[in-house]
T-cell receptor, first 111, second 112 residues
Framework: QKEVEQNSGPLSVPEGAIASLNCTYSDRGSQSFFWYRQYSGKSPELIMF????GDKEDGRFTAQLNKASQYVSLLIRDSQPSDSATYLC???????????FGAGTRLAVHP | DAGVIQSPRHEVTEMGQEVTLRCKPISGHNSLFWYRQTMMRGLELLIY????????DSGMPEDRFSAKMPNASFSTLKIQPSEPRDSAVYFC??????????FGEGSRLTVL
């Protein structure tokens, strides 16, 4: 079993819709969770992080964490074509900010 | 701030040659990470340093790979000898404590 699992997609949504991206992780001791966005040919950039169970909102983005189910999700409201990218879920495993990444979900927002 | 700086951006080499990738972390950051990204395996952590000391190199694929961090502003990842299966994008990232990981632009390696 992979440490961090994501559906590879592609996830295709129309412009203006809500995109829902999901991630599960295996290490119950993980304490911090991150969502990175990676455009084709570019490096990953942080969108959001979440530490506590529940929801965390930042503009059009909402991260949701359920530690009991070992599940993290990212919702993107009012999706725009510029949101088309690969979204990487990352989980802190061990100390020193060691992040383990999922394989990523490719999101395509079509006009 | 200049961000994480990696060189070279692109490297094409022949099997058996030595490859050295370089990274300059963001000034003041105390943790440095080397990742490798391929279509098949995604983004894999190879090794990371804290305060210039290697903490976990369990992701280094084999003895052909080595990494050093002689000081707080410089790190290298060396592959000797290189093989076609080493072809990938190698990212360096740095962070301050448990803060955000900042990635460099990556070094795209092609081994023929």
């Amino acid at each position: 079993q992979k440490e961090v699992e994501q559906n590879s997609g592609p996830l295709s949504v129309p412009e203006g819709a809500i995109a829902s991206l999901n991630c599960t992780y295996s290490d119950r001791g993980s304490q911090s969770f991150f969502w990175y966005r990676q455009y084709s040919g570019k490096s990953p950039e942080l969108i959001m992080f979440i530490y506590s169970n529940g929801d965390k909102e930042d503009g059009r983005f909402t991260a949701q964490l359920n530690k009991a189910s070992q599940y993290v999700s990212l919702l993107i409201r009012d999706s725009q074509p510029s949101d088309s990218a690969t979204y990487l879920c990352a989980v802190n495993s061990g100390g020193y900010n060691k992040l383990i990444f999922g394989a990523g979900t490719r999101l395509a927002v079509h006009p | 701030d200049a961000g994480v700086i990696q060189s070279p951006r692109h490297e094409v080499t022949e099997m058996g040659q030595e490859v050295t990738l370089r990274c300059k972390p963001i000034s003041g950051h105390n943790s440095l990470f080397w990742y490798r990204q391929t279509m098949m395996r995604g983004l894999e952590l190879l090794i990371y340093f804290n305060n210039n000391v290697p903490i976990d190199d369990s992701g280094m694929p084999e003895d052909r790979f080595s990494a050093k961090m002689p000081n707080a502003s410089f790190s290298t990842l060396k592959i000797q000898p290189s093989e076609p299966r080493d072809s990938a994008v190698y990212f360096c990232a740095s962070s301050l404590g448990a803060g955000e990981l900042f990635f460099g632009e990556g070094s795209r390696l092609t081994v023929l």
